[in-house]
Structure formats: C-alpha cells, structure tokens
C-alpha cells in the first residue's frame, strides 16, 4: 500500500474498531487509577461508587449489590492472564470425586500434585469422609448473594505497623496462614478469620518457631474453616484424625490430638481439602519456577501463601492481599509479628521473587488489589 492509502486503511480500522477498543483501554486506565489509589478514593467524599476495600459499617447494606471490580472482568480484559485462568478446575478435592481414572492420572504425580507413592487406603478412607458434595465447595450456604469479596492475609512485615486490620474485616472472608498471630497485631490485621490454610508440616513449624512471638494456637472458631494442603500423606492422615476426632495413628505425626490444633468440632464440613490437580495446574500456569530445573525441583512448590491467594482469586469475585511480598520487601522485617527487623528469608522449596512479580503483575491488571506501601 502507498502511504496515502494505507493511512486512510488504518483510520477505517481504528474506525470500525476503534470505539470499542478506545473504550476499553479508557475503562482499563480508570480501573487501574482506582486499583492503585484505594486510600485516596476512600476519602473522597463525593466518589458515589463504593470504594474496592469495603468499609465495615456497609458491609451488611452490600449484600446485594454487584462487584465494582470482578476479577473475571479483568481477567477478560487482560490477554496475558486470559489464558491462564481456567475456571472449570475443581479447586477443592471431595469423595464425589475418587475414581480409579483419578487415582490411575494422580499416581502419577509426586505430592503435593498427586499421589505417587502414598497408600491408597489412607487416600481412600480420608475422601469418604469428605463424601458430602459441600465439601467441593468454599462457601457453601453463608455466600453472600451477588459479589463475594475476600481479603487474603499473609504474615509479611509490611503489616506491621499498618493499621489495615478493620478495611481486612470489612471483607465478606479473611483468608489466613501459617502463623497468623492476631493476638495485639488486631490494628494491624484485623480479627475475623474464617479460613486457615496450612500443610500439617509449615502449621507445626510455625508453632514451634513462633510461639515466642505469640503463635501458640492457630485460629479457632465456629465459623473458621480449614484448608489443607496436601503436601504430604501427613496432610491426609491428620485430615482423616480431625474428622474422625481420634489421635493420628501413624507417621511423623503420630499420637497428635486434632482437636488441639482445630478445636473440638470434628464436622467434615469444618475441613477442606485442595485437590492436587488445582495446585498443579496453578504451578503450570501462574508460578512455574526456574527451580524446576534445578536440583530442588522435587522440593519446589508455591508457598501457602501463594496458594492461599491463588484459591482465593478462584473462589472469590473480588480479592485484597495484605502482607504479601512486595517490590519493595527488603524495607520490612519477614514477619509482621517479629520484635526486631529481620531480613525476609528465601527457602530453596519455594520461589518468592516470582510470586512477588505475579501478585504485582496481576495487581496491575486489577485482577487482585495488593496492598502496598
Ligand atoms: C514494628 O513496628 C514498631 C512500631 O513502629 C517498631 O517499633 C518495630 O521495630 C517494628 N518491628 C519490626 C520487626 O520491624
């Protein structure tokens, strides 16, 4: 084409085109404006749209209102992450589930992505207790009715000091992990859990390693509930213990009392279960690492927190992330709760700088908010 008509091709394209597309990328701007200043937004008395962090006092009003910013939508929007979000993955493992299709696929997967080498009867006799089909779900009947929005609460030091606790509670559920200490940290972040996500060996440890600094039980409640991650057969035996409210009959773990970690209700509905082949799919997809081609491939997998967020950003319509690795990490201690700044420590089993350019990423997107400072 001489240049005459090929500029006058491209203004028919932009033309025909372009409305849509101008539109788009103007609503995209808008969105990210407002993504990245909820502080400013909140204190704005004349912005007549709710603000992406819910305020406790409307959290009952909202019930029913539509989501300001549904992370499908910008999903959507998004051709990066269009592509790696799959919906139709069950995020939750259940009994309904347990085919010999599913043990023959899993087999053939080491933990936490399957089952290679554990024992079928302790895979088995762990998924008939989750045999009610509200075990594949989060929420279940407490579901708020039009736009679901969660706040996922991770321990980095970032919190201290941050005073997000009562914009954290606001949220429809409060995600926490490992050691989430609560106790003199309420300012900071927040009260209201109602779900703990752990593996048997990162909730012991956290209790062994943080009971100085006030992690001495994990949270108990009548609406928490618990997700395990099923690291290791560890992971299913004490799951089987916690519902059948009996001691751990074997393993490392071995004479453990459920109930002193979760409390005295033994219900199957209380515990939840990810099924391998979310985490899988969510190390394929959103975080797989370089380490996976190193020495420390069998070790590596994402860290609690990052699966925590992840099921949260498939469950959810909205998600907030406080206390997760930032651009800027090295100004904070690794842990909100320490009493002296201390450098955040990267383990070799996980891979901390691409989660921390993911839940950038995806903020930017305005696929997540994640709170920075
Ligand atoms: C947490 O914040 C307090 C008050 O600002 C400060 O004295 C303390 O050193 C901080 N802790 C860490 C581990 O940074």
């Given at each position: 084409?001489d240049?005459p008509?090929?500029?006058?091709f491209?203004?028919?394209?932009?033309?025909?085109?372009?409305?849509g597309i101008l539109?788009?990328l103007?609503?995209?701007v808008?969105?990210?404006?407002?993504?990245?200043?909820p502080q400013?937004?909140?204190r704005?008395i004349?912005?007549?749209?709710a603000?992406?962090?819910?305020?406790?006092?409307?959290?009952?009003?909202?019930k029913?209102?539509?989501?300001q910013?549904?992370?499908s939508?910008a999903?959507q929007?998004?051709?990066h992450?269009?592509?790696l979000?799959?919906f139709?993955?069950?995020?939750?493992l259940?009994?309904?589930?347990f085919?010999?299709e599913?043990?023959?696929?899993?087999?053939?997967?080491k933990?936490?992505?399957?089952w290679?080498?554990?024992s079928?009867?302790a895979?088995i006799?762990?998924?008939?207790?989750?045999?009610?089909?509200?075990s594949?779900?989060?929420?279940g009947?407490s579901?708020?009715?039009?736009?679901?929005?969660?706040?996922?609460?991770g321990?980095?030091?970032?919190?201290?000091?941050?005073?997000?606790g009562?914009?954290?509670?606001?949220?429809d559920?409060?995600?926490?992990?490992n050691?989430?200490?609560i106790?003199?940290?309420?300012?900071d972040?927040g009260?209201k859990?109602?779900?703990?996500?752990?593996?048997?060996?990162t909730m012991?440890?956290?209790?062994?390693?943080y009971?100085?600094?006030?992690?001495?039980?994990?949270?108990?409640?009548?609406?928490?509930?618990y997700i395990?991650?099923?690291?290791?057969i560890r992971?299913y035996?004490?799951?089987?213990?916690a519902i059948l409210?009996?001691?751990v009959?074997e393993?490392p773990?071995?004479?453990?009392?459920p109930h002193?970690?979760?409390g005295?209700e033994?219900?199957?509905?209380?515990?939840k279960l990810?099924?391998p082949?979310?985490i899988?799919?969510?190390?394929?997809?959103?975080?797989?690492?370089?380490?996976?081609?190193?020495?420390?491939?069998?070790l590596?997998m994402p860290s609690t927190?990052?699966?925590?967020?992840l099921?949260a950003?498939?469950?959810?319509?909205?998600v907030?992330?406080y206390g997760?690795i930032?651009?800027?990490?090295q100004?904070?201690s690794?842990h909100?709760?320490e009493?002296?700044?201390k450098?955040v420590?990267?383990?070799a089993?996980h891979d901390?700088?691409l989660?921390?350019?993911?839940?950038?990423?995806?903020?930017?997107a305005?696929?997540?908010?994640?709170?920075?400072r």
């Open positions: 084409m240049f008509r090929r500029w006058l491209r203004m028919l394209l932009l033309f025909a085109a372009g409305s539109l788009t103007y609503c995209s808008r969105q990210r404006q407002r993504f990245l200043e400013a937004q909140a704005s004349t912005s007549p749209r603000t992406f962090e819910p305020k406790a006092s409307n959290s009952k009003s909202r029913n209102q539509p989501c910013h549904p992370l939508l999903i929007k998004d051709g992450f269009r592509g979000f799959d139709s993955i069950p995020v939750l259940w009994g309904g589930l085919t010999q599913l043990w023959n696929d899993l087999s053939q997967h933990v936490p992505f399957g290679q080498g554990l079928r009867e895979i006799s762990t998924l008939r207790l989750l045999d009610n089909p509200k594949a779900e989060l929420f009947a579901k708020p009715l039009s736009c679901i929005r969660c706040a996922v609460v321990n980095g030091g970032i919190l201290n000091g941050s005073r997000q009562q914009k954290i509670d606001a949220h559920y409060v995600f926490r992990l050691g989430a200490v106790k003199d940290f309420e300012r972040v009260t859990t109602s779900f703990y996500g752990f593996t048997v060996n012991k440890n956290s209790l062994i390693s009971a100085n600094l006030g992690f001495t039980s994990v949270p108990q409640g009548q609406d928490l509930h395990f991650i099923p690291s290791s992971d035996l004490m799951l089987r213990s409210g009996v001691p009959p393993g773990d071995k004479g453990d009392r002193t970690y979760f005295p033994t219900s199957a509905s209380k515990f990810l099924h082949d979310f899988r799919y969510l190390t394929e997809r959103f975080l797989k690492s370089k380490l996976l081609n190193t020495r420390f491939a069998d590596y927190g990052a699966l925590m967020l099921t950003l498939h469950t959810c319509d909205q907030s992330a997760f930032t651009s800027n990490y100004k904070y690794d909100y709760f009493r002296e700044k450098p420590i990267f383990y089993n901390l700088p989660e921390a350019s993911l839940w950038k990423s995806l903020h930017n305005g696929i997540l908010w994640l709170y920075q």
